[in-house]
């Protein structure tokens, strides 16, 4: 089977998943695809862990997944990509590409914090003026933190920037997940719960 067959076979059997209310309400809320089917996480990664038992390169299949206008083919592509096989530019195409939040916070569970470059991206991220990036880094580095990643000298300064000026800034998502990954970033030990505790009182905050 070439991986266009693959991917229409993927794509027919979204049928058995739809759900028009949660597509719907998903519309309704700005996320706009081509086609979206409305069909619930679990069953994707259901449908993810099927695919991979099946004699499939899952690099190239999730690469003509991503390339479809369609949620679940996107979201599928970032369950199906190998981690470790994946180039840091073609991360940042698909940084590029990236659709809507959704999007950016599945990407950033389900592929970006398995990447063995996902210190450097998150932190380059954080650093952007695109609010899908900066999405995308706070996420994970939330995530590397809760794996109990920590970062060195020069990362703290760096992340405890870029965490204030996130807070500080104009989007409420990409605040709010910077408070989420400064939760997490005072789980890592003494010295980060009081730098944190130092950052929450500065911004007059109430998260830990």
């Not at 076979?9 to 700005?30: L, N, P, Y």
């Not at 995308?136 to 933190?145: A, D, E, P």
């Not at 789980?187 to 009081?194: C, S, T």
Request: glycine residues 4%; proline residues 3%.
């Amino acid at each position: 089977m070439t991986i266009q067959e693959q991917v229409k076979a993927i794509k027919q059997s979204f049928r058995q998943m739809m759900d028009g209310q949660t597509a719907a309400s998903m519309r309704s809320k700005g996320l706009s695809y081509k086609l979206n089917w409305g069909a619930s996480l679990l069953m994707l990664k259901e449908r993810a862990e099927e695919i991979k038992k099946e004699d499939v390169n899952l690099y190239d299949l999730s690469i003509a997944l991503w390339k479809e206008d369609v949620r679940e083919c996107k979201i599928l592509a970032t369950m199906l990509m190998p981690a470790d096989k994946v180039l840091p530019e073609v991360i940042d195409i698909l940084m590029e590409q990236m659709p809507s939040q959704e999007m950016a916070e599945q990407a950033a569970m389900n592929l970006f914090q398995y990447l063995p470059y996902a210190p450097a991206k998150a932190y380059e991220w954080m650093a952007s003026d695109k609010e899908f990036y900066q999405l995308c880094g706070f996420h994970v580095i939330t995530r590397l933190f809760m794996n109990g990643q920590e970062p060195n000298e020069r990362g703290i300064s760096e992340y405890l920037d870029q965490a204030q000026a996130a807070i500080e800034g104009p989007s409420l998502a990409v605040k709010k997940a910077a408070v989420q990954s400064l939760i997490r970033f005072a789980e890592l030990g003494l010295m980060y719960e009081r730098l944190a505790k130092t950052m929450q009182k500065r911004l007059n905050l109430d998260f830990l």
